[in-house]
Protein backbone atom coordinates (compact mmCIF):
# COMPACT_ATOMS: atom_id res chain seq x y z
CA UNK A 1 0.00 0.00 0.00
CA UNK A 2 0.99 3.64 -0.51
CA UNK A 3 3.39 4.45 2.80
CA UNK A 4 5.96 7.54 3.33
CA UNK A 5 8.31 6.81 5.68
CA UNK A 6 9.92 9.93 7.22
CA UNK A 7 13.82 10.29 9.13
CA UNK A 8 13.86 9.94 13.01
CA UNK A 9 13.82 13.17 14.89
CA UNK A 10 16.66 15.39 15.05
CA UNK A 11 18.01 18.03 17.73
CA UNK A 12 19.88 20.83 16.42
CA UNK A 13 21.71 24.18 17.56
CA UNK A 14 20.06 27.65 16.32
CA UNK A 15 21.82 28.44 13.05
CA UNK A 16 22.63 24.95 11.58
CA UNK A 17 20.69 23.13 9.23
CA UNK A 18 18.50 19.96 9.39
CA UNK A 19 17.76 17.79 6.48
CA UNK A 20 14.46 15.85 6.84
CA UNK A 21 14.04 12.31 3.79
CA UNK A 22 11.04 10.97 3.51
CA UNK A 23 11.03 7.43 1.70
CA UNK A 24 7.74 6.61 -0.30
CA UNK A 25 6.77 2.92 -1.29
CA UNK A 26 3.64 1.53 -3.05
CA UNK A 27 2.76 3.94 -5.96
CA UNK A 28 4.93 5.47 -8.88
CA UNK A 29 6.98 7.98 -7.20
CA UNK A 30 7.19 10.68 -10.48
CA UNK A 31 3.35 10.72 -10.76
CA UNK A 32 2.47 12.30 -7.68
CA UNK A 33 4.03 15.71 -6.09
CA UNK A 34 5.38 15.95 -2.95
CA UNK A 35 4.45 18.68 -0.82
CA UNK A 36 6.08 19.62 2.91
CA UNK A 37 4.07 20.71 5.88
CA UNK A 38 5.16 21.61 9.52
CA UNK A 39 3.49 22.06 12.71
CA UNK A 40 4.66 24.09 16.04
CA UNK A 41 3.55 22.00 19.50
CA UNK A 42 0.15 22.87 19.96
CA UNK A 43 -0.32 24.72 16.74
CA UNK A 44 -1.70 24.69 13.44
CA UNK A 45 -0.84 23.64 10.03
CA UNK A 46 1.74 25.52 8.31
CA UNK A 47 2.44 24.45 4.03
CA UNK A 48 6.26 24.78 3.77
CA UNK A 49 6.66 23.78 -0.03
CA UNK A 50 5.87 21.73 -3.04
CA UNK A 51 7.92 19.74 -5.60
CA UNK A 52 6.84 18.54 -8.54
CA UNK A 53 8.80 14.96 -8.89
CA UNK A 54 8.85 14.10 -12.20
CA UNK A 55 10.37 17.90 -13.49
CA UNK A 56 11.72 19.31 -10.56
CA UNK A 57 9.70 22.33 -10.25
CA UNK A 58 9.39 23.90 -6.83
CA UNK A 59 6.69 25.87 -5.33
CA UNK A 60 7.95 27.54 -1.51
CA UNK A 61 6.61 29.39 0.88
CA UNK A 62 7.03 32.95 0.86
CA UNK A 63 7.73 33.08 4.75
CA UNK A 64 10.51 30.28 4.33
CA UNK A 65 11.41 31.54 0.84
CA UNK A 66 15.90 31.05 0.61
CA UNK A 67 16.03 29.03 3.56
CA UNK A 68 14.35 25.69 2.13
CA UNK A 69 15.18 23.60 -0.28
CA UNK A 70 13.43 20.56 -1.73
CA UNK A 71 14.53 17.78 -3.77
CA UNK A 72 14.57 14.14 -4.52
CA UNK A 73 16.36 10.81 -5.44
CA UNK A 74 14.60 9.55 -7.98
CA UNK A 75 16.28 6.41 -7.92
CA UNK A 76 15.47 5.29 -4.02
CA UNK A 77 11.44 7.09 -4.22
CA UNK A 78 12.59 9.76 -1.72
CA UNK A 79 12.24 12.78 -1.04
CA UNK A 80 14.36 15.68 1.16
CA UNK A 81 13.18 18.64 3.11
CA UNK A 82 16.12 21.18 3.75
CA UNK A 83 15.86 24.09 5.94
CA UNK A 84 18.64 26.44 6.82
CA UNK A 85 19.66 28.57 9.53
CA UNK A 86 17.33 27.17 12.33
CA UNK A 87 16.01 29.07 14.86
CA UNK A 88 13.84 28.20 18.19
CA UNK A 89 10.75 28.92 16.03
CA UNK A 90 11.58 25.81 13.39
CA UNK A 91 10.75 23.86 16.49
CA UNK A 92 8.24 21.38 15.32
CA UNK A 93 6.85 18.37 13.66
CA UNK A 94 7.51 18.22 9.62
CA UNK A 95 5.44 16.33 7.29
CA UNK A 96 5.67 14.98 4.17
CA UNK A 97 2.15 14.12 2.07
CA UNK A 98 2.04 13.07 -1.62
CA UNK A 99 0.27 15.45 -3.31
CA UNK A 100 -1.22 15.25 -6.85
CA UNK A 101 -2.33 19.39 -6.59
CA UNK A 102 -5.03 20.52 -8.52
CA UNK A 103 -7.14 20.61 -5.27
CA UNK A 104 -7.06 16.61 -4.80
CA UNK A 105 -4.83 17.02 -1.53
CA UNK A 106 -2.66 15.66 0.47
CA UNK A 107 -3.98 11.77 0.37
CA UNK A 108 -1.19 9.90 2.22
CA UNK A 109 1.17 11.64 5.00
CA UNK A 110 4.63 10.50 6.90
CA UNK A 111 4.56 10.07 10.58
CA UNK A 112 6.19 13.16 10.82
CA UNK A 113 9.75 14.44 12.24
CA UNK A 114 10.35 16.09 15.62
CA UNK A 115 13.05 19.07 15.00
CA UNK A 116 13.83 20.41 17.74
CA UNK A 117 16.03 23.71 17.93
CA UNK A 118 18.04 24.19 20.85
CA UNK A 119 21.18 25.34 22.67
CA UNK B 1 -0.50 36.97 1.56
CA UNK B 2 -4.23 34.90 1.33
CA UNK B 3 -5.67 33.59 4.55
CA UNK B 4 -8.06 31.36 4.98
CA UNK B 5 -9.96 32.03 8.61
CA UNK B 6 -11.65 29.32 10.82
CA UNK B 7 -13.44 29.16 14.46
CA UNK B 8 -11.39 28.14 16.50
CA UNK B 9 -14.00 25.54 18.23
CA UNK B 10 -17.16 24.04 17.37
CA UNK B 11 -19.09 21.75 19.72
CA UNK B 12 -22.24 19.44 19.27
CA UNK B 13 -23.65 16.49 20.45
CA UNK B 14 -23.18 13.18 19.39
CA UNK B 15 -26.01 12.44 16.60
CA UNK B 16 -25.99 15.94 16.00
CA UNK B 17 -24.25 17.59 12.73
CA UNK B 18 -21.73 19.86 12.79
CA UNK B 19 -20.83 22.50 10.58
CA UNK B 20 -17.15 24.21 10.33
CA UNK B 21 -16.51 26.84 8.16
CA UNK B 22 -13.49 27.91 6.14
CA UNK B 23 -13.69 31.59 4.88
CA UNK B 24 -11.43 33.58 2.01
CA UNK B 25 -11.44 36.09 0.01
CA UNK B 26 -13.42 34.48 -3.20
CA UNK B 27 -12.83 31.59 -1.93
CA UNK B 28 -15.18 29.84 -3.99
CA UNK B 29 -13.20 30.30 -6.96
CA UNK B 30 -10.66 27.27 -5.34
CA UNK B 31 -10.79 24.05 -4.48
CA UNK B 32 -10.64 23.21 -1.04
CA UNK B 33 -9.56 20.40 0.68
CA UNK B 34 -10.31 19.21 4.79
CA UNK B 35 -8.37 17.35 6.93
CA UNK B 36 -8.90 15.84 10.25
CA UNK B 37 -6.07 15.40 12.86
CA UNK B 38 -6.34 13.03 15.85
CA UNK B 39 -4.05 14.01 18.61
CA UNK B 40 -0.93 12.81 18.14
CA UNK B 41 -1.40 11.75 14.82
CA UNK B 42 -0.66 12.78 11.24
CA UNK B 43 -3.39 14.83 9.03
CA UNK B 44 -5.99 12.97 7.63
CA UNK B 45 -7.79 14.11 4.32
CA UNK B 46 -11.62 13.83 4.52
CA UNK B 47 -12.66 16.01 1.68
CA UNK B 48 -10.98 17.32 -1.34
CA UNK B 49 -12.19 19.38 -4.49
CA UNK B 50 -15.05 20.75 -1.95
CA UNK B 51 -17.25 17.58 -2.07
CA UNK B 52 -15.14 14.56 -3.15
CA UNK B 53 -15.02 12.29 -0.29
CA UNK B 54 -11.65 10.03 -0.39
CA UNK B 55 -11.90 6.42 -0.06
CA UNK B 56 -12.81 5.25 2.62
CA UNK B 57 -13.65 8.30 4.56
CA UNK B 58 -17.69 7.79 5.55
CA UNK B 59 -20.76 9.16 4.29
CA UNK B 60 -21.50 11.65 6.89
CA UNK B 61 -18.71 13.54 5.92
CA UNK B 62 -19.55 16.32 2.85
CA UNK B 63 -18.56 19.66 2.08
CA UNK B 64 -19.59 22.61 -0.30
CA UNK B 65 -17.84 25.61 -1.28
CA UNK B 66 -19.49 29.51 -2.57
CA UNK B 67 -18.42 32.60 -2.14
CA UNK B 68 -15.82 33.90 0.23
CA UNK B 69 -16.75 30.65 2.31
CA UNK B 70 -16.26 26.56 2.64
CA UNK B 71 -17.76 24.38 4.94
CA UNK B 72 -17.33 21.00 6.30
CA UNK B 73 -20.32 19.27 7.39
CA UNK B 74 -20.40 16.21 9.90
CA UNK B 75 -24.19 14.75 10.08
CA UNK B 76 -24.75 12.14 12.72
CA UNK B 77 -21.48 13.48 14.49
CA UNK B 78 -19.60 10.07 16.51
CA UNK B 79 -17.60 10.28 19.38
CA UNK B 80 -14.68 9.32 17.19
CA UNK B 81 -15.34 12.44 15.10
CA UNK B 82 -13.95 14.78 18.11
CA UNK B 83 -10.41 16.18 16.47
CA UNK B 84 -8.88 19.30 14.71
CA UNK B 85 -9.79 19.70 11.76
CA UNK B 86 -8.19 22.24 8.84
CA UNK B 87 -8.92 23.68 5.95
CA UNK B 88 -6.26 24.00 2.91
CA UNK B 89 -6.78 26.16 -0.29
CA UNK B 90 -4.38 27.07 -3.29
CA UNK B 91 -3.58 30.69 -4.69
CA UNK B 92 -1.12 31.71 -6.79
CA UNK B 93 1.10 28.66 -6.60
CA UNK B 94 1.37 28.62 -2.63
CA UNK B 95 -0.90 26.79 -0.53
CA UNK B 96 -2.69 27.63 2.70
CA UNK B 97 -4.42 26.10 5.79
CA UNK B 98 -6.83 27.80 7.98
CA UNK B 99 -6.08 27.83 11.48
CA UNK B 100 -7.84 24.61 12.48
CA UNK B 101 -11.21 24.30 14.32
CA UNK B 102 -11.38 21.92 17.35
CA UNK B 103 -14.43 19.66 17.57
CA UNK B 104 -15.81 18.69 20.18
CA UNK B 105 -18.39 15.94 20.57
CA UNK B 106 -20.64 16.67 24.00
Known amino acids: QVQLVQSGAEVKNPGASVKVSCKTFGYSFTRYGISWVRQAPGQGLEWMGWMNTYNGDTNYARSLQGRVTLTTETSTSTAYMELSSLTSDDTAVYYC????????????WGQGTLVTVSS | SYELTQPPSVSVSPGQTARITCSGD??????VCWYQQRPGQSPLLVMY???KRPSGIPERFSGSNSGNTATLTISGTQAMDEADYFC?????????FGGGTMLTVL
Open chain 2, 49 to 51: QDI
Open chain 2, 26 to 31: RLGDKY
Open chain 1, 97 to 108: ARDQSSGWGLDT
Open chain 2, 88 to 96: QAWDSSTSV
